[in-house]
């Protein structure tokens, strides 16, 4: 069986990271897999192709942000919270997708991959899966609703686009388009976790289609409860304060909330004393000044087997966002022993058995969140039970079996 992924980056954001695991996790079961990505950052790899960074490249990703520039009122705030898919790289001419059995999509946004191209690649005669990550197959533009509902009529009025909201903006365009798209080509969508497919039967453009539920493939073995470095080699408190952490690739983007979890760890009362650990870029530094409990911050930390020795040092690790579809750091920390601390009501929730395995804070309830934080340092974790935890819904093995039969029932169907 040949397949072909697609996706904007090998490991640039956590859509990227958990592609190319899935790429990895196929290959081992002996599906033939590779990946064609926008740009490639990672180690070579002769099995993802990248289509370069030209002159093509870069005209399609500034001509989609220059059209969401003008709609949003030239609002620099909003302009990647939303994407078009109105222009990209003519992905069906590439080998790999003429050799594949299935083509796979994943976040192929910003300039990589149009919604004519999803048109194009099933005219030359390849079943499409179409991995949703975020909320942006559902929507008119945007990658999170958040409290927005119009994605469950019509998108338009879009509060993304500023103001005036007009009845039929951008959004209504795209939603209007991807309707077309959906109603004209056969599409099997999977969604990572059930909280985003409960969001699709919620929407116009999905509701009455059919989206499987596979989680995102993890390699649970690299990730051990017993860590082999120290925390002083690896800048952590070495004081014998327990350790909490936080990661994400942009640590102050507002969608992960970081004064939540600030306000939920100034808030600590905990008996035993407590350190907080943050991994991940920040353009206002200033923000983890007002923490009260004491911290480091790491930075970017791209090694991922240095991450997981951190995790293996942490109590907790933890998820103050606004909303998740199935945080990656969160599984990651249970691999190496840790336990999750984070808001319900989305993917989360798939993550977590509240009070067992972690901490499911009621939404937006900052003190809630502490009282997370102080039940993880009073119970103490059972390390090796959070990883056996972890690898009995997130293990690569058991997720690309799924996505296997899945190709092979499509395979059958065609």
Not at 117 to 143: F, N, Q, S, Y
Not at 144 to 151: F, T
Request: some cysteine; glycine content about 8%; proline content about 4%.
């Amino acid at each position: 069986m040949k397949v072909t992924l697609v996706n904007h980056s090998d490991i640039v954001g956590g859509a990227s990271v958990v592609s190319l695991r899935l790429l990895e996790a196929l290959r081992q079961q002996g599906v033939d897999a590779r990946m064609i990505v926008k740009v490639a950052s990672g180690p070579e790899n002769e099995f993802i192709s990248a289509l370069g960074d030209g002159f093509a490249t870069k005209a399609a990703f500034l001509g989609e942000r220059l059209r969401i520039f003008v709609a949003n009122g030239f609002d620099r705030s909003t302009l990647f919270k939303v994407s078009t898919a109105d222009r990209g790289l003519p992905v069906h001419r590439h080998p790999w997708i003429a050799d594949a059995d299935i083509v796979v999509l994943n976040w192929f946004n910003q300039g990589m991959m149009s919604l004519d191209e999803i048109r194009r690649i099933a005219a030359i005669g390849k079943p499409l899966v179409w991995t949703l990550h975020d909320m942006w197959a559902m929507t008119g533009i945007c990658h999170h609703a958040g409290g927005c509902a119009r994605y469950m009529t019509r998108c338009g009025e879009c509060p993304f686009l500023g103001k005036p909201h007009r009845r039929h903006d951008l959004s209504t365009k795209v939603f209007d388009k991807k309707m077309s798209l959906y109603d004209e080509v056969t599409i099997n969508f999977v969604a990572v976790s059930r909280w985003l497919a409960a969001c699709a039967a919620k929407s116009a453009l999905l509701r009455d289609r059919r989206v499987e539920v596979i989680n995102n493939a993890f390699p649970l073995q690299r990730y051990a409860t017993a860590p082999k470095m120290s925390r002083k080699e690896l800048g952590l408190p070495d004081d014998g304060s327990r350790l909490v952490v936080m990661c994400a690739a942009r640590l102050d983007d507002s969608i992960k909330d970081l004064p939540a979890a600030i306000a939920a760890l100034n808030l600590y009362k905990g008996s035993e004393p407590l350190a907080a650990v943050f991994c991940g870029n920040i353009r206002n530094r200033a923000l983890l000044e007002d923490l009260t409990v004491p911290y480091v911050w790491l930075g970017n930390i791209s090694d991922p087997a240095r991450l997981a020795e951190i995790y293996a040092h942490c109590d907790a690790v933890l998820s103050s966002s606004q909303f998740e579809s199935l945080p990656s750091t969160l599984i990651e920390g249970m691999a190496a022993g840790a336990v999750p601390v984070g808001f319900d009501g989305d993917g989360r929730d798939e993550i977590i058995d509240h009070l067992s395995t972690g901490y499911l804070a009621r939404k937006g309830d900052v003190a809630d969140f502490a009282r997370g934080i102080e039940w993880v340092t009073a119970t103490r974790p059972d390390r090796d039970r959070q990883h056996l935890a972890a690898a009995e819904r997130f293990d690569a093995p058991l997720i690309a079996g799924r996505y296997i039969k899945l190709f092979q029932r499509i395979l059958s169907e065609k």
